[in-house]
């Protein structure tokens, strides 16, 4: 049986470069792909990033209890299917969450034992940098992202393990260790 891991942090913290990192170094790591209503981003492919499906899909899916966790963010769904992370447990992989903290907290309440990691910039003025630097998002998406990480880094201390992700490869390095060793 494999390790389910919480991933959380902050927009634009680096979740996604550190996960794609950790993967390519240990093919024992997998991502569970999230269902959002949100449209993708250029760069972003369907079933692989996320899987894009209408609010009406998500919201019959919300009906049947098929999501071990969802929330509404910067309005839109995202959520986890369970029966994927099931399949892939069983199958002997350490499935990542990567999750936004409020369905972050969801899962903590009905897993409290499970391995949490909770990614933080090196600094707010860091991750507004980092923000306009990937180019996907208006000035007033960014504001809305940036509003939402100081929100969001109040709860980190609910997660078992925070990184800072000032040098990737430190934080590469250290996460890796935290899944491997289960601690």
């Not at 369907?46 to 919201?59: I, L, Q, R």
């Not at 309005?75 to 099931?86: E, L, R, S």
């Amino acid at each position: 049986m494999g390790r389910l891991v919480l991933y959380s942090g902050c927009s634009g913290v680096g979740k996604g470069t550190i996960l794609k990192e950790l993967m390519r170094r240990d093919e024992n790591i997998k991502l569970s792909v999230s269902n959002t209503t949100r449209a993708p981003r250029p760069d972003e492919v369907d079933g692989v990033d996320y899987n894009f499906v209408s609010k009406e899909e998500f919201e019959k899916v919300i009906a049947e209890d098929g999501y071990l966790e969802y929330a509404k963010y910067c309005d839109n769904y995202y959520g986890t299917p369970i029966k994927q992370v099931n399949d892939m447990l069983t199958q002997g992989y350490n499935v990542v969450l990567e999750i936004e903290v409020q369905g972050g907290l969801q899962v903590m309440e009905n897993f409290p034992n499970i391995l949490s990691i909770f990614i933080l910039p090196p600094s707010l003025e860091a991750l507004a940098e980092r923000l306009r630097g990937r180019g996907t998002e208006d000035e007033d998406t960014i504001k809305k992202r940036l509003k939402q990480a100081e929100h969001e880094m109040k709860y980190k201390d609910r997660y078992k393990h925070v990184v800072v992700n000032d040098k990737l490869e430190d934080a590469i390095n250290e996460i890796h260790n935290i899944i491997i060793n289960g601690k």
